[in-house]
């Protein structure tokens, strides 16, 4: 490229010392010195008409020392961790000396040294913290957490606005550091299921907040400004398109249950996966049940509407884009700026009542009671969320499938007001994909649930229904891998008859000896209801001797139901073969949690 003085604002000789430097540079160094000119009338710093050499030394006198920050992640799944880490690349690129960290791993007396702090949480189940973020929020709110006017800070809280609760931890955390003392560097950002979007914007908010004033830092985002962190080819955003390889119903004859056990192929997709982590589906809506919502909506299936700048037909944004069969009160405070049915007013009002009224029910059933509305069919879809994906554990493991995943996916379906319902996803799956066509699907990683490094670590699983699926991965890799640990599955269900998920599997590793101990409970085959935590107390003195000798517990399955009786059991063990107070007991476990040797993927 050849500078002319033609309409140039350089004059004569400028434009030759320009011709003579332009065509000596690399791409790199254009794109520091268009960093570097862009940034220094801000700085004050005079532009240089010296060689590029004395340009380096002059913003190196300007510089400031790096900002630092910590970043703490509460995560149940993974979303927040992937998150903050994701935060803390971006920031480091950007010349900050960043620390990421599970805020069960935080030593919080380090809390008064921080300048900067960012959280990432997530809110699990009716707006209670995540496992690893417990400890930190009962700090917070203790009688211990200092004074923290030095601080700065900023929240991403990601949640599910179909809970009442929506984000409520991370506003707890907000709202929290503020009353200490702490300044907000950037506003809380409350992100729902598709948080994408919400989280690029907070992560830029935070960027130039914390090097607004730092020269080096601005050099370096402007460096790094084609760059992207990490992520593979396929993503939530881009999904793989698997072909479905097997397709088979788990339940015997006469079971109350459907449980597929579906096998993917991921020939051709490069994705990888570890034991414990899920798959994505983005599912769509049953056609049927959109056809009916439309008539009773008065509209037409084919009206064209516009969804994230996209246009399509009526019917196919609603099958294939939106939900429809989850109703949340904030979609419910919408819906009420649409109609003056004075019932529908008293329902959203009454916090009981809206509560009894969206358990079992979806948007048809709105449209048919409370009508009319004053809407359009834009204005209509503009109230919707999109379809969250549906997350699933792999039931494999990759060093026995390589080109594989397989999924348990239990078939959802019940009945409300005469009419019979289905799981979005879990009712596509049984009703509706045959082997041979194909789901999108995208790995979703869970650093909070795997398997120890070590194989002589002992490991005790404890699952019941389709919580079974990640041990079925666990032990098949350790099969693969020969591990010499000790394993114990503790499985429940109701009958064994019919409900024994992937029996002969587990047979044959218990054969082989890649499965230890297998203790099973069938809740409905005796008198009295038996569950995996009964299981538990009937071996609880071996148990504690293998928690003792280093074992890791893994429980997966419901939370309320399940995983909160198990956990009580765990602390009743703790406390009895221990010898421990109830107090003790609970630090005791708390502590298992902060080493990761307890683990639980629950929902």
Not at 257 to 264: P, S
Not at 336 to 341: A, L
Not at 533 to 561: M, P, S, T
């Amino acid at each position: 490229m050849t500078l002319q003085v033609l309409n140039s604002p350089f004059n004569e000789e400028q434009v030759k010392q320009l011709n003579v430097l332009l065509p000596t540079l690399n791409d790199y160094q254009k794109i520091w010195l268009t960093g570097y000119l862009s940034i220094a009338p801000a700085a004050g710093v005079a532009v240089l008409e010296e060689p590029a050499a004395s340009i380096e030394e002059e913003v190196k006198s300007i510089a400031t020392e790096p900002q630092s920050a910590t970043i703490l992640y509460g995560s149940q799944t993974g979303n927040a961790q992937a998150l903050a880490e994701k935060l803390g690349a971006k920031l480091a690129e950007a010349g900050v000396d960043v620390t990421v960290a599970s805020m069960s791993a935080f030593k919080t007396n380090q809390l008064k040294k921080l300048t900067n702090l960012f959280i990432v949480t997530s809110t699990h189940g009716e707006g209670t913290p995540p496992d690893n973020a417990i400890q930190f929020h009962e700090f917070l709110y203790g009688k211990r957490a200092p004074k923290l006017e030095h601080l700065q800070f900023s929240v991403l809280a990601l949640g599910d606005s179909s809970y009442e609760f929506f984000c409520k931890t991370g506003a707890d955390f907000d709202e929290q550091l503020e009353k200490l003392g702490a300044q907000r560097i950037a506003p809380r950002v409350d992100c729902d299921l598709d948080y994408d979007a919400l989280a690029a914007q907070w992560f830029e908010d935070v960027k130039k907040a914390i090097v607004a004033n730092d020269a080096q830092a601005a050099l370096s985002q402007v460096n790094t400004a084609t760059k992207e962190v990490g992520g593979s080819e396929y993503s939530k955003k881009n999904p793989f398109y698997a072909e479905v390889l097997e397709k088979i119903n788990l339940n015997g004859r006469g079971s109350n249950k459907v449980t597929y056990h579906l096998e993917l192929s991921l020939e051709g997709s490069g994705l990888t996966y570890a034991p414990g982590d899920s798959i994505g589906i983005l599912p769509e809506n049953d056609e049927q049940l959109v056809g009916i919502l439309i008539e009773a909506l008065g509209f037409q299936q084919t009206e064209v509407v516009t969804v994230e700048q996209q246009s399509l037909t009526l019917a196919e944004a609603l099958q294939k884009k939106l939900e429809i069969t989850v109703l949340s009160k904030p979609l419910l405070q919408k819906i009420q700026n649409y109609t003056v049915n004075p019932d529908f007013a008293a329902l959203v009002q009454d916090n009981y009542k809206w509560k009894d009224y969206v358990y079992g029910r979806d948007l048809l059933d709105v449209v048919q009671n409370y009508g009319p509305f004053s809407w359009n069919a834009q204005q209509f879809v503009e109230l919707l969320r999109k379809i969250p994906a549906r997350l699933y554990s792999i039931a494999s493991s990759q060093a026995a499938n390589e080109d594989e995943a397989h999924l348990t996916i239990g078939k959802v379906s019940y009945e409300t007001d005469g009419r019979g319902r289905q799981g979005v996803c879990s009712g596509q799956i049984a009703e509706r994909i045959e082997i041979g066509q194909k789901l999108p699907i995208y790995i979703h990683s869970n650093p909070n649930f795997k398997l120890p490094q070590d194989d002589a670590t002992a490991i005790i699983m404890i699952g019941a229904g389709t919580g079974i699926a990640p041990f079925r991965s666990f032990i098949e890799e350790r099969a693969a891998r020969e591990a010499e640990g000790k394993s114990w599955l503790f499985f429940g269900d109701q009958h064994f008859v019919t409900d024994y998920l992937y029996q002969t599997d587990w047979q044959g590793w218990i054969k082989d000896g890649a499965l230890t101990n297998l203790t099973t409970a069938f809740s409905r085959d005796g008198d009295q209801k038996i569950y995996v935590q009964h299981r538990l107390q009937e071996h609880a003195k071996e148990l504690y001797e293998w928690i003792e000798q280093g074992a890791i517990i893994y429980v997966c399955g419901d939370e309320k139901a399940m995983a909160a009786d198990v956990d009580k059991m765990i602390h009743a063990i703790v406390a009895e073969q221990g010898g421990k107070s109830a107090e003790q007991a609970a630090e005791y476990v708390s502590s298992l949690k902060q080493q990761q040797r307890y683990q639980r993927d629950v929902y």
